[in-house]
């Protein structure tokens, strides 16, 4: 049996009451059988129960019963099963409030460590699951240790006639990732399980919102969808085939054209995915903090801490501070709530790796510990481990132990003259594959764990083949206890989970980083590039378990979709993909500013995804904003780029080209290359930008004037950029648009505006300083006269 299976069999041995049916050695019994492959040792009193589950495990996956008489003669078993089995699902809400309610890097990082702590530690922990770590620097038995301690602090709140951790079991587990669960559970401790989810994230973290709900199922259910409590009352096809066109049934099943499409959309609404839905319906209304019918506690009230007109505030959300640090202990006067506190010694332990609390903490007489916190750079070593290729590529000659891990993002971007990049991505058609290829909780499970890994190691994929250790120079930090001549990795891991990815990263890596993660992401996925290296594959059993690859049945239109050199594009063939906004600024952006543009800039690449998709690309997309020449923006990026970035007269102009797909960004990369080696003046690049805005012939003529200029790198200049951008739409006409391109508007639905012209020079121009070359530029290469 698989885990999903055990799990299902320990409900229903379990039965619908707080008391199980039969003794609990019993039901471990059978456990620990199922799990060794041994179903003759499964204990007489739940055989018959096992066998209900074996049916069940054993239906086809393309099996789908006609009418229910038919369900009812094939699995009459299964049909007359009264045993209720629970669902839970839940996890943190708001996540964004809380993570970045601080400026400061120290306590943001602390504050996404400890909901990351929660998710893949203690929740875990409830099902008497011991987290698992590679790394050889902890203490695996500290790990047992606190899973032991959050069993404890469970029994000591929910008891009522068992223990709830004795109810629980690792193989109920669908997934604990990305900030959320999804787990079964016994039908009587559904909504015990949920407030206990919602209690450890409020104990731990005193503010955190979160939100956990359950209910219960059938056995049918987890493998057919919703059903009646008589199952014979339920709607099945010959009903949905009568009323398929009216406007509430294709709200919920969706428009087919034809008989085909009606069984193909009806077959895949009722599945386990159905009932997911629920939860999720359930979910939305108790966030909105409506109440649920069984639970006797409620969320309506968000968390709330008391405080006073003459007490002294904390430095962030102005709650009453609780500690009082004068300058000499840290960097300067501090003033802590206890909310704060907790996320500040978070950040300390991901930070240094160490577990030991400071003396002003201890001698403060406060009760919570920051327990274990596993380092990101420790996960990126465990990786690099698995790949000693990677590994030599990273480190060169340099001996591992001797990198720390940066304190503060100033010395991140020490090594990119003060200049940082926040990169924000996200996964496109995550919703849109569950609805459709996940039908059961089994495919939900390697889901989960296929995107988890694809995620995790296409970043760490990205940083070792782009960075290497760097060594601080010209540091002057007062809140950092590393000195120059110290070496750091560079760069900062804010969160990984599920298909989000937050790091910061130097300025002059953040293209070239962001293209690889999200080629890699797709790659590891279609099983084209590896999780390790194949002499490490033995040491684990890290693989990817679905099928991602689409088949299609048209021919690909790459010049509908690409602009570069759309005859070299080769197909993205992932039916999973990632959008990516990236924001270059300098060290002194405020964090909660700089989130704020990224949240727009991957909202931008997200809906060009959307459009590319129409046309059949489904692949990635980037949208980048560098915050140098404009260093604040008053409005939202879309209003910035439509007021000052757009032009209607003399022609419709877009002086940018963003978002791009990957192999856009790539080109872009390639002709920034191409203009370093034709050694372009920098005066004049800035000079072609300046003009842009005075029109298309204006433009060209200036761009055309100095490019006949250069002494070197005109061939370059011309494979690189004119014919790969900026040919016409016209395939005989032989000329070339540079610097522009044309845009008939064909993916948009509201053509007013277009066509239009759009050049990709302002951007090569505002990341120009941050893409390296091979050798040293040389600034000026035309005569002295060319200047005048």
């Known amino acids: 049996m698989n885990s999903v299976s055990i799990a299902i069999a320990w409900c229903l041995a379990w039965g619908n009451e707080r008391q199980p049916q039969f003794d609990i050695t019993v039901l471990q019994q059978m456990r620990d059988a199922l799990n060794q492959n041994k179903a003759k040792e499964v204990p007489e009193a739940v055989k018959a129960i096992v066998q209900q589950v074996e049916e069940w495990q054993n239906i086809q996956d393309d099996y789908f019963p006609v009418t229910l008489d038919e369900l009812k003669h094939q699995y009459s078993n299964l049909w007359n099963q009264t045993t209720q089995i629970g669902l839970v699902y839940g996890g943190v809400t708001k996540v964004k409030n ?36 590679d790394s050889k620097k902890e203490d695996k038995n500290r790990y047992n240790i606190q899973c032991n301690e959050v069993k404890q602090w469970l029994n000591d709140n929910f ?10 079991i ?38 955190a919102n979160s939100c956990a709900v359950g209910d219960t199922f059938k056995l049918l259910e987890i493998r057919f969808g919703l059903l009646k409590k008589n199952i014979e009352d339920t709607p099945w096809l010959d009903w949905y085939h009568k009323n398929y066109q009216k406007p509430i049934i294709q709200a919920y099943f969706g428009y087919p054209k034809d008989e085909n499409e009606r069984l193909e959309v009806f077959t895949t609404r009722k599945s386990f995915n159905e009932i997911t839905t629920k939860l999720a319906v359930l979910f939305n209304k108790r966030r909105s903090g409506n109440d649920i019918p069984g639970r006797k506690t409620t969320r309506r009230y968000p968390p709330l801490l008391e405080t006073h007109p003459y007490l002294v505030r ?23 709530s206890e909310a704060s506190v907790r996320k500040y010694l978070v950040g300390n332990r991901a930070k240094k790796g160490k577990s030991e609390e400071p003396d002003w903490y201890q001698k403060s007489n406060l009760e919570w510990r920051v327990n274990i916190i596993e380092k990101w750079t420790d996960r990126f070593d465990n990786f690099l481990e698995e790949n000693p290729n990677l590994k030599n590529k990273y480190y060169r000659d340099i001996n591992p132990k001797k990198v720390e891990t940066a304190e503060t993002l100033t010395q991140v971007s020490n090594s990119s003259n003060g200049f940082i990049a926040y990169i924000y991505a996200d996964g496109n058609n995550m919703g849109g594959y569950i609805q459709k290829q996940i039908k059961t909780p089994q495919q939900y499970q390697e889901f989960s764990q296929d995107v988890e890994l694809a995620t995790q190691y296409a970043v760490y994929q990205a940083l070792a083949e782009n960075l290497h250790p760097h060594t601080l120079k010209g540091l002057n930090d007062e809140e950092s206890l590393l000195i120059n001549g110290d070496l750091i990795h560079p760069f900062e891991i804010i969160t990984i989970g599920g298909d ?21 992401f797709e790659g590891i996925l279609l099983k084209e590039v590896n999780l390790v290296e194949k002499s490490q594959e033995q040491k684990g059993n890290k693989c990817i378990l679905g099928n991602y690859k689409l088949e299609f049945n048209k021919p690909f239109e790459a010049k509908k979709i690409h602009r570069y050199q759309p005859l070299n594009a080769k197909r993205s063939e992932c039916e999973l993909s990632t959008s990516i906004g990236v924001l270059i600024t300098a060290i002194n952006t405020p964090i909660y500013y700089a989130k704020e543009l990224i949240d727009q800039l991957l909202k931008s690449a997200k809906e060009r995804a959307k459009k590319l998709k129409n046309v059949g690309y489904h692949g990635g997309t980037v949208d980048f904003l560098t915050l140098k020449s404009v260093t604040m923006i008053a409005s939202s990026v879309k209003e910035f780029r439509q007021e000052a970035l757009t032009k209607e007269s003399p022609q419709n102009l877009k002086l940018y080209a963003a978002p791009y797909t990957l192999h856009e960004l790539g080109g872009l990369l ?29 433009a060209i003529l200036n761009y055309r004037y100095f490019r006949v200029r250069l002494k070197q790198g005109k061939s370059e200049l011309e494979n690189d950029f004119e014919k790969a951008w900026c040919t016409p739409k016209n395939e005989n006409n032989g000329g070339n648009l540079a610097p522009w391109m044309y845009d008939d508007g ?43």
């Not at 008891?159 to 629980?168: A, G, K, P, R, T």
């Not at 002709?671 to 204006?698: C, D, M, N, V, W």
């Open 746 to 788: 064909s993916l948009e639905d509201d053509k007013s505006g277009y066509p239009l012209f759009e050049t990709i020079w302002r951007d090569m121009i505002d990341i120009y300083e941050f893409v390296e070359e091979a050798e040293n530029e040389v600034s000026e290469n035309l005569p002295a006269e060319a200047e005048s």
């Open 314 to 336: 904390d430095a962030g959300e102005n709650r009453s501070a609780v500690l009082q640090l004068e300058e000499g202990t840290l960097a300067r006067e501090t003033y802590f």
């Open 159 to 168: 008891h009522q006639d068992f223990n709830l951790s004795e109810v629980l």
């Open 170 to 207: 690792p193989e109920l587990i669908i997934y604990s990732t990305g900030g959320n669960i999804l787990a079964f559970c016994p039908a009587a401790y559904v909504h015990d399980l949920a407030d206990a989810i919602e209690k450890r994230y409020t104990t731990e973290t005193l503010t």
């Open 670 to 698: 390639t002709s920034i290359a191409a203009l370093k080696k034709a050694k372009f003046p920098k005066s004049q690049l800035y000079q072609i930008r300046s003009l842009l805005e005075r029109g298309k012939h204006t």
């Open 98 to 133: 809380y993570v970045f309610e601080s400026s400061k890097i120290q306590e943001v990082r602390g504050a996404s460590g400890l909901l990351d702590r929660i998710n893949i530690i203690d929740l875990p922990a409830f099902f008497n699951k011991t987290y698992q770590t």
């Open 500 to 520: 989000d990815i937050l790091i910061v990263v130097p300025a002059n890596k953040a293209l070239e980083i962001s293209q690889m993660i999200a080629e890699r």
